[in-house]
């Protein structure tokens, strides 16, 4: 994001937002963890009793035996109880009398369900296994209501989502990966509900974050947000997140700093473009823990560091919440981490109805701990500089093909997350039909695995490009199914080959009679299948592949443009913090 001429409620200041999962109900500043709710309780529940009165010694005085007493059996059972178990968290939390319960349950606050739209993607199938992947949508609310101006600075009044990322967590619940959809891209507006329960016309081009800003409220709008989301993607959103300022500033808090690391120093005046001085030092260079104020600094710094864009700050975005990930997984579920951080959460929470309460959320959560950090991924939404103004567009078919990806369940590195075991195609066979069936491949000589050939479904019917691919590893060719062609009319099937492989391009086509052979510029051999081979296969028409709820082929291979921009959780995070040269 260009960083360009930020006025106006769509495109937020310079004092724009912070990051993650969750928002803010308003009021007051989110004070620390307290000790009487978080610390307190998970001393008792690691047996530490205290005595009643202050100053007591942990093991003398009636008060600290018998509290001992009480909590012997939380002592003894703690680790297998909180290890990796939705319910055990609960039954911790009901163990230290269902205060803590209570208190978090009244901290969250959720949309209105009716403001979200009834056109919506389909929901994704669950596979024989009962695996579901699950998307999130997370909005970093730079709302300066209530006390957020006091931490971000500007006299605004209204919300924007500073940052939006869509995490898509796989079938399996091993693979994850965030996209960072930029906040000034122009996209088509749906329709949104606004505060006074009407509805908005929709259809109209702006920038992304001014569907958070719809209506005005310093609250923002994150179901017209997530409604955008869905419309841009075709995805359905299963859960949405929104975090302000304050609900930021609490939780790195709670989790006793994260860890960043900056190629450059940062001063007030990169903070703050609008004192014209350098200013004292804010942030130093290289590796450093912060949290609060200073969390919300790195994420939100743009000037300064790189070409001073919205793109370089999504990077350290995504660093961010690679770091904080990292973190949460290596302190572990242990009372001492968990409640406090829930307890900050809660406070900090907007959510969708799906997750108003604390054992839905904490359900959720766990949900996701057999995560390796190293296939947790984070990558920016395809983007470029539009010619006519400072703002983006977003790049196609590219962003189509990440889409895609998503809905296939595949990782942006190519492997199959769909969580069905063994069958690593996302597909069921095709039931057995009478009639036409695929053409008998010649027995093949060993020189053909030599050849290698990616396998396109031009038409609508599932698991053709599939077939093809049998088809041609049965003749011994290196095959592999690419996915959906760009086109789905394709009638005849089509060989395409790049310069030097026209004769393997040939001994190819022998398989597809009637194939048209066609050379380009790209590089190998493929082959889209069209309806001829339909026909000769009997495969019937169906929806088409990648469609969000259907089994199909997996997708076309994501650019390099995307796939060698990514970030794993586990990379140093040193590294791809910024963008563009300059500051």
Known sequence: MSGQRDKGPARGGDESGALTTGGKRGGAAV???????????????????????????????????????????????????????????????????????YKLNANIKSFDADAIAGDRPPEAKADADGNKPVNVLLIGSDSRGKNNADLGGGEDGGARSDTTILLHVYADHKHAVGISIPRNAKVQ??????????????????????????????????????????????????????????????????????????????????????????????????????????????????????DGSDIGRMKRQQAFMSSLASKIKKDGMGPTTLLPLADAATKSLTVDPGLDSADKLLSFGLSMKNIDMHDLKFVTAPWRYRTQDADLDLVQPDANKLWETLK???????????????????????????????????????????IKVAVYNGTTANGLAGKGTELLKTAKFTASTAGQAASTKY???????????????????????????????????????????????????????????????????????????????????CANTTYGSGG
């Not at 009636?62 to 939380?74: L, Q, V, W």
């Not at 769909?418 to 491949?441: I, L």
Request: charged share 20%; glycine share 16%; aromatic share 4%.
């Open 31 to 101: 004070p620390s963890p307290r000790s009487g709710g978080g610390r307190a309780e998970a001393r008792r529940a690691a047996g530490q009793g205290k005595g009643g009165r202050a100053g007591g010694g942990s093991d003398s005085g009636a008060g600290g035996r018998a509290a001992a007493r009480k909590n012997a059996k939380p002592k003894k059972n703690v680790k297998k109880i909180v290890a990796w178990s939705a319910a055990g968290v609960l039954v911790l939390i009901a163990g230290t009398g269902g205060a803590i319960y």
């Open 189 to 306: 507006l749906p329709s949104c509900k606004l505060p006074n329960g009407k509805w908005t016309k929709g259809g109209n081009t702006d920038l992304f974050n001014a569907a958070f800003s719809t209506g005005g409220s310093d609250d923002g709008n994150p179901a017209c947000t997530q409604n955008t989301v869905e419309k841009l993607t075709g995805i359905r959103v299963d859960h949405t997140l929104v975090v302000d300022f304050n609900g930021f500033a609490a939780m790195t808090k709670a989790v006793n700093g994260v860890d960043i690391c900056l190629p450059q120093p940062i001063y007030e005046g990169d903070i703050n473009p609008n004192l014209h001085k350098k200013g004292a030092l804010v942030l130093p260079q290289g590796k450093q823990t912060v949290d609060g104020q200073k969390a919300l600094d790195y994420v939100r710094l743009r000037h300064g560091i790189g």
């Open 408 to 450: 296939a369940d595949q990782t942006i590195d190519g492997q199959n997350a769909t969580g069905q075991q063994p069958d690593a195609s996302g597909t069921s066979p095709a039931p057995q039909q009478p009639g036409p069936t695929t053409p008998a491949a010649p027995a093949g000589d060993a020189s053909n695995a030599a």
């Open 491 to 573: 009638k005849v099937t089509t060989i395409e080959y790049g310069t030097g492989q026209k004769a393997n391009a040939e001994k190819v086509a022998a398989l597809f009679p009637g194939a048209e052979m066609s050379s380009g510029s790209s590089r190998g051999i493929s082959v889209i299948v069209g309806q001829d081979f339909a026909a000769t296969a009997g495969v019937g028409s169906a929806a088409p592949a990648g469609t969000a709820g259907t089994p199909g082929s997996p997708p076309q291979p994501l650019p390099t443009t995307v796939t060698n921009d990514a970030r794993s959780a586990d990379d140093d995070i």
